[in-house]
């Protein structure tokens, strides 16, 4: 376990201040719960999200870079972002600024327009709210804060594209037993293992949401979200546990949509791993936003006995 | 049987006739079956191929052509590694019909299997439809970027 992470630098994004103030409020609660700390950023902007980078992949490194230099200039050397997105941009601004002279050039120019420092390579990791929780207090520490845990629930573990691709901008996972896995990620299924829940084998569990679909070709991104919702349930679980707003917000609006316009219900329920963590935890579910999911998963948590 | 199937829509209806045979049929040719899921999925792969102005690859990867082409299709557009794990588990679940002597896995993993490739052609296909997609497609952009021109403003960042 590393004590590095139990005081971190937050970078929230903007899906956690909009469409996922659950995953944000979920993600705070089960921090305060395991004694962890974390510290907003000062005045953060856009990662850059899909928007800026398929435009201009090199501002969308500057504007990532800005946050990272936010942060150190905050005295901090890691910074987490629970948003895949967020997570994923941070990373391969730090690749490419270590690799990549011509982002070196666009960051130091557009820094210096901006007037503030240039933050440069290798001064500030980014770590996903999963890597801070399994690195700092771990399958352990989760035993430990249990009351009630998950028991009785059937959970499919659905990670999404963006936490583990491109491979190269992750240089800390693949690394042997106790890194994270970019073939067959496993850091949440070993989390929601230790607060009790069942993981049921999940094939899609990296698959594409058809979240960058969802405005402009909304049908293939129902029929890709109803693949993975049906095979969740074909695989038996309860629940799809999420760790990115984008696919979160996909599975519930495709969940919907799926029965409206094609007429495929689905019954599985959709919640962010830090929900699930939380309600293991004995945190209420008001607290960890519940009400505010789409999927409304009371009832089938009543009938378990979770809440 | 469709062994070669001319487009999507002809794939994925095949996905869907296979996956409403009863158990008892799925299990009397389970063996057959997974071999022609994985083909089904290695036709996603050379409708992309071809698309891209490719020939689809007689090579196989760990065995498998499936893998070999993904590979293929992978080559200079690394947001198609997005379906690299899909390629994989229909892999996988191949080789768990092939081996299982247990009904009930067997089944399961025919199950899987043919989400897996639906998956697959669904998330291809996506990536193949120009006109459907949006101008931040992380799976448009390629295909966009063709006919981008790009702002003055944006190109001298």
């Known amino acids: 376990m590393s004590k590095k992470y139990e005081k971190v630098a937050y970078y929230p994004g903007c ?199 969802t405005l402009s070709d909304s049908d293939t991104s129902t029929k890709l979200v109803l693949n993975l919702l049906q095979a969740a349930e074909a695989c038996g679980a309860d629940v799809i546990a999420t760790e990115c707003p984008t696919c979160h917000t996909g599975l519930e ?49 009543k009938e378990k006995g979770l809440i | 049987m469709i062994s070669s199937p001319q487009n999507f829509d002809d794939l994925l209806a095949r996905l869907e006739e296979i996956e409403g045979f009863s158990d008892v049929d799925l299990l009397s040719q389970a063996k057959e079956l997974a071999q022609e899921i994985l083909g089904l999925g290695e036709a996603t792969l050379h409708f992309w191929i071809i698309a891209r102005d490719g020939t689809p690859t007689n090579a196989k990867k760990e065995g498998f052509s499936i893998l070999a082409l993904h590979r293929q299709g992978a080559k200079g557009e690394p947001s198609f590694n997005a379906c690299r794990e899909s390629c994989r588990e229909a892999v996988y679940q191949y080789n768990v019909i092939l081996q299982s002597g247990d009904d009930e896995q067997t089944l399961r993993a025919l199950k899987l299997q043919i989400m897996v490739v639906r998956h697959l052609a669904l998330f291809i296909s996506g990536k193949l439809e120009v006109a459907g997609l949006g101008d931040f497609c992380c799976a448009s952009k390629p295909i966009r970027q063709k006919d981008m021109n790009l702002p003055e403003m944006v190109q001298g960042t």
């Open chain 1, 253 to 301: 609006m495709h969940q919907i949509r799926a029965a409206k316009a094609f007429g495929k219900e689905t019954k599985v329920k959709i919640l962010y791993f830090t929900q699930l963590l939380g309600l293991a935890m004995g945190v209420s579910p008001r607290k960890l936003g519940l009400q505010e999911n789409f999927s409304d998963a009371m009832p089938m948590l």
């Open chain 1, 15 to 213: 899906a956690l201040e909009g469409t996922a103030q659950s995953y944000d409020r979920s993600t705070k609660a089960i921090g305060k719960e395991l004694g962890l700390e974390t510290v907003e950023l000062d005045n953060w902007n856009c990662c850059g999200a899909m928007e800026v980078k398929n435009i201009d992949p090199k501002l969308q490194t500057y504007l990532s870079a800005r946050n990272l230099s936010i942060a150190e200039d905050m005295g901090f050397d890691t910074v987490m972002a629970p948003c895949n997105g967020c997570y994923h941009n941070l990373k391969k601004a730090e690749y490419d600024l270590k690799n990549d002279d011509a982002s070196r050039e666009v960051n130091e120019r557009l820094s210096s327009k901006a007037g503030h420092k240039t933050y440069e390579a290798g001064k500030v990791e980014t770590i996903h709210a999963l890597d801070w929780i399994k690195n700092s207090v771990g399958e352990e520490g989760i035993k430990d804060k249990i009351k009630g845990g998950l028991k009785g629930l059937k959970i499919a573990n659905y990670y999404g594209c963006m936490y583990t691709r491109p491979r190269h901008i992750f240089p800390e996972k693949d690394q042997g037993p106790g890194s994270e896995s970019t073939h067959k990620p496993h850091f949440m299924d070993d989390l929601l293992a230790a607060a009790g829940a069942e993981n049921v084998e999940y094939p899609l569990k990296t698959a594409c949401c058809g979240g960058a679909h």
